[in-house]
């Protein structure tokens, strides 16, 4: 049976404007991979609502389940969940578990849960609140995806409590070999050696080192007596 | 008149299972921004034939130029260029000018050129070529799209050659103002500055010092004297 499917969507001019590095998309897929779910698409797109809403609905048709990050804070630039509310049309607003959850927040901190601050309560219709332990404010799941907050910290913290009650698949298995030869000198037995495994993904990563070029083969699959024959057999080739 | 958009296509299965980190995107954002070109939409796929035509014929539709990073090597999961014709609908073979590039690099070093080398010379008809001063096997343009490698030090010397020949548009200015509240306090009197100028990105970022709360606020334009009223007003109505 194959695998889940996965996609990502990251919302945040930040990022394509280069002021911010991405660092949840790497997380997230290490952490997919871990499950055995297929990690198949990532997206980044500006905080535009189009943008958003026709990203969102493109990726929840093809693929299992997405995780989004960015665009649930306070500011008038956060309009990730409207724009989920809108993909999904369903109604939005301040809904009262997400509301108390807040309120008791600033009121132990003494501070005023203001109109801004609000706004994080806001969870379109049909929704279930993903647990943000770092700073409160929750994410939210509806259908097959799963809205979560830009914050390296939060995006991981919430990774952590929705990525064990998805469906995983086989867990993802891999062994690398590395070969002291240019890429353009193994690409062609390796190539024999992609066809008799088809069930399996292997990829060649070149490097340098001291001036000499090397190769990083990595076979991939589910199935562990798989990968030991197509390793065993890629060492034969390659005579290590 | 709008700046140029321009949208990315990252191809790769190792981005996806997270063995591997992009650097590209971060870099392309970067400077597409120093040379007003707004980056709209970026798209990771795997090295699958119908993922990568299908969102390479999505984004050249949509956006006025399209970078893509991955996937012209010699090994046997380097499909990139092949996809590229088949969403043109043009021929691809052996190319003369490329194969004659990197027939002198191996002679030159004593190497063999050898079969899956040459598949580095395989170029689209009515492709121009793009320099590899790093390790010679070109990129190369066709129409708005720029196939580039994924290897960090060869994307951005490509980045280097191409990003010039590209029509930028007025250079995105930006100014920050770090602000020692908390966005959710800032939120409100944020949003009615957004709305006074509705041709600047206002962007807010949170951080946390030492156990305090505030806000990065980052307000973008191409317009100089309107990022600086947009800045004095920011300043004045946070008092600082």
Same mark, same amino acid.
């Given at each position: ?14 990022? +394509? ?9 790497? *997380?997230?897929?290490?952490?997919? !991979? ?40 306070? !500011? ?21 578990? =997400? ?37 409160? =404010?929750?994410?939210? =799941? ?51 050696? =992609? ?17 000499? *070029? ?19 057999? +890629?060492?034969?080739?390659?005579? +290590?």
């Amino acid at each position: 049976m194959p695998n889940p499917t996965a996609a990502m969507l990251v919302i945040g001019d930040e990022i +394509l404007s280069g002021r911010t590095r991405d660092a949840n998309m790497h *997380y997230l897929a290490q952490e997919l !991979t871990k499950v055995g779910i297929d990690l198949r698409e990532v997206r980044v797109v500006s905080d535009d609502r189009d943008a958003i809403v026709g990203a969102l609905n493109a990726l929840r048709a093809s693929y299992d389940s997405v995780v989004t990050s960015g665009g649930i804070g306070p !500011t008038h630039d956060d309009i990730t969940a409207d724009c989920v509310a809108a993909a999904f049309g369903v109604p939005i607003d301040v809904r009262e578990d =997400a509301r108390s959850l807040l309120q008791a927040h600033y009121d132990s901190r003494g501070m005023e849960f203001n109109d801004a601050r609000k706004r994080m309560a806001r969870i379109p219709d049909g929704a279930t609140l993903i647990e943000n332990p770092v700073s409160i =404010a929750p994410g939210f =799941a509806i259908e097959n995806v799963y809205v979560m907050a830009g914050v390296p910290s939060v995006f991981q913290a919430m990774v952590a409590t929705v990525v064990p009650t998805l469906s995983g698949g086989a867990p993802l298995l891999s062994q690398t070999l590395r070969i002291d030869r240019g890429e353009g000198e193994i690409a062609g037995p390796l190539a024999v050696i =992609a066809q008799a495994f088809p069930d399996l993904s292997i990829g060649s990563y070149p490097f340098q080192l001291n001036g000499a *070029y090397g190769s990083n083969v990595v076979i991939r699959g589910s199935d562990g007596a798989r990968v030991d024959a197509a390793m065993a057999q +890629l060492a034969e080739v390659f005579a +290590l």
